[in-house]
């Protein structure tokens, strides 16, 4: 007896998905993109306006990613588990019905938050580095929702997003006005923590790796897919994000073992992305 199919394999051999056109797949994106405007308006209008430790756009920011962020997470790991049972040319060429629409999500969503990221209350070096950010985000999908060639990889990449969430999971209890000894801020660092090491500190290597062979192996059915500017930033994108991250995860791990020794409750809040310091320099304003 062979061996016995995997699930995500049979479903890749039965997926009858069809990657929409051209004009049906902007049609999605502009839907999606004014969907997630229009929450984030919503949300900051029935949000209370109660005294809180960030600006009322932070926190319709937060409550908003609470539930995007676990959508996006779901559709990235779905769609990488089915594409990594197939051939050379199924990851680069195959289209999903999870990676389609994480795309989609992707790109609508760092579109609309663009001035959500303006309206916030933070500093312009911070302001910059997200717009930074979100150009070198839909620059690097854009082209391949279209195209529909390497969505292995993008949602590969976009696996990280669950350490995302663990973060701004954080800052929820923050918003919360939770006391710092509360045993939830030790969970969510612990999980924000090994998500961390496993999805950008393992995760960026392996990408790199898996690419490396599949484009030195299978040149053909791999790099003569992609455009000249693709073959050069796909790759430089994720060192820059894997040098980061350890940045960021050498803060992370300094603030939970502070946590965990009961040094500091607020240490857990140390890392990428800290509300509270972007904060401090307008905490006298009124929101």
């Known amino acids: 007896m062979g061996k016995p199919m995997s699930c995500f394999k049979k479903r890749l051999l039965e997926s009858d998905f069809v990657k929409p056109d051209a004009e049906e797949t902007t049609r999605h994106l502009v839907l999606f993109t004014t969907f997630c405007a229009v929450t984030m308006l919503v949300l900051y209008l029935i949000v209370p306006k109660a005294r809180a430790p960030s600006c009322h756009w932070q926190r ?24 990594n ?9 195959t289209v999903t019905e999870s990676s389609y629409w ?21 500093s312009l070096t911070y302001k910059l580095q997200m717009m930074a950010h979100h150009a070198l985000s839909i620059g690097c999908y854009v ?18 997003e669950l ?50 062979e599949d484009v030195t192996i299978h040149p053909d059915k791999t790099l003569a897919l992609l455009t000249p500017l693709e073959k050069v930033v796909f790759p430089f994108t994720n060192v820059v994000l894997f040098a980061l991250s ?8 300094r603030g939970f073992v502070k946590a965990l020794t009961g040094k500091s409750a607020e240490a857990l809040k ?18």
């Open 102 to 122: 994480f795309e989609v999500m992707y790109i609508g969503m760092n579109l609309s938050h663009v001035p959500v990221t303006l309206l916030k209350k933070q």
């Open 163 to 212: 350490s995302t969430f663990f973060l701004n999971l954080l800052f929820v209890l923050k918003e919360l006005n939770l006391p710092m000894s509360h045993p939830a801020y030790v969970v969510a660092g612990g999980l924000l923590w090994l998500s961390y090491l496993v999805l950008r500190i393992v995760l960026f290597p392996t990408w790199l790796m898996m690419w490396t």
């Open 85 to 93: 049972n197939g051939t050379v040319e199924q990851r680069w060429t």
């Open 246 to 253: 350890c940045v960021w995860f050498a803060a992370i791990s």
């Open 60 to 83: 319709a920011d937060l409550i908003f990613n609470s539930l995007f962020l676990a959508l996006l997470s779901y559709l990235a790991f779905d769609a990488t588990l089915v594409l």
């Open 143 to 160: 082209r391949t929702l279209f195209t529909g060639v390497g969505h292995f990889y993008v949602t590969l990449d976009g696996c990280c």
């Open 270 to 287: 140390e890392g990428p992305m800290d509300a509270d310091r972007e904060a401090e320099t307008s905490k006298q304003k009124p929101n």
